[in-house]
């Protein structure tokens, strides 16, 4: 009995269940055989008997659906461990990997702002060019307009100043004819008057 109550409380101290000690011990203990004086002496149960036998085969039964209940335990136990660990791997993996996504998800987005806004720069940018080349354009055509009013000016003014010449040029022709014509009318009327005097002179000296 002492070794039954020892066995149970060992049993519950590390989980296990409790033995019925009123099942394994229903057949009795002793057996009576009297003595000399008429007492029963009290034997221990001799594993010839059949209560004892089944008591023993009882216990020993329990203790074995004890052990093999143990070992399933055990053994479930040490597979849900190594699943636990498996997925706690897999989740650390897991964490990691997620991780490192949101990090690169930060990096890309942050590649993305930093794209964005040098290409709004960018617009930006190729906006106040194009406004600058439109005006200089414009200065362009401007000017072009005001080259092409004082070529017609110029073209103008030469042609006047060429049709100013060639008159110019006919007077001073037909002043130089006239001037000529003078020139040779005095040089005839000279030349007369020369000869006229010469004869004059001729005929004084005569008369003398």
């Given at each position: 009995?002492?070794?039954?109550?020892?066995?149970n409380n060992t049993m519950n101290a590390h989980g296990f269940g409790t033995i019925?000690?009123?099942a394994v011990c229903a057949s009795p203990i002793a057996d009576a055989a009297p003595?000399?004086?008429?007492?029963?002496?009290?034997?221990?149960?001799?594993?010839?008997?059949?209560?004892?036998?089944?008591?023993?085969?009882?216990?020993?039964?329990?203790?074995?659906?004890?052990?093999?209940?143990?070992?399933?335990?055990?053994?479930?136990?040490?597979?849900?461990?190594?699943?636990?660990?498996?997925?706690?791997?897999?989740?650390?993996?897991?964490?990691?990997?997620?991780?490192?996504?949101?990090?690169?998800?930060?990096?890309?987005?942050?590649?993305?702002w930093v794209s964005e806004n040098k290409r709004r720069a960018s617009e930006a940018?190729?906006?106040?060019?194009?406004?600058?080349?439109?005006?200089?354009?414009?200065?362009?055509?401007?000017?072009?307009?005001?080259?092409?009013?004082?070529?017609?000016?110029?073209?103008?003014?030469?042609?006047?100043?060429?049709?100013?010449?060639?008159?110019?040029?006919?007077?001073?022709?037909?002043?130089?004819?006239?001037?000529?014509?003078?020139?040779?009318?005095?040089?005839?009327?000279?030349?007369?008057?020369?000869?006229?005097?010469?004869?004059?002179?001729?005929?004084?000296?005569?008369?003398?």
């Open positions: 009995m002492e070794c039954m109550r020892y066995l019925d000690l009123g003595t000399a004086g008429g007492d029963a002496v009290s034997h221990p149960p001799s594993i010839g008997t059949g209560d004892s036998l089944t008591a023993k085969i009882g216990l020993i039964n329990a203790v074995y659906k004890l052990v093999v209940s143990h070992q399933s335990a055990t053994e479930y136990r040490t597979e849900q461990t190594q699943r636990y660990d498996q997925l706690s791997v897999r989740h650390s993996e897991t964490t990691a990997k997620l991780t490192t996504t949101a990090n690169d998800l930060h990096s890309m987005n942050h590649k993305h940018d190729a906006r106040k060019l194009e406004q600058k080349l439109r005006a200089q354009i414009r200065e362009l055509e401007t000017k072009n307009i005001q080259i092409q009013r004082r070529d017609k000016q110029y073209i103008h003014e030469m042609r006047k100043r060429e049709k100013e010449y060639h008159t110019l040029q006919d007077r001073v022709t037909k002043l130089l004819q006239d001037k000529n014509r003078d020139v040779k009318s005095g040089l005839e009327l000279i030349n007369t008057l020369k000869a006229q005097h010469a004869a004059t002179e001729k005929g004084s000296v005569r008369t003398d």
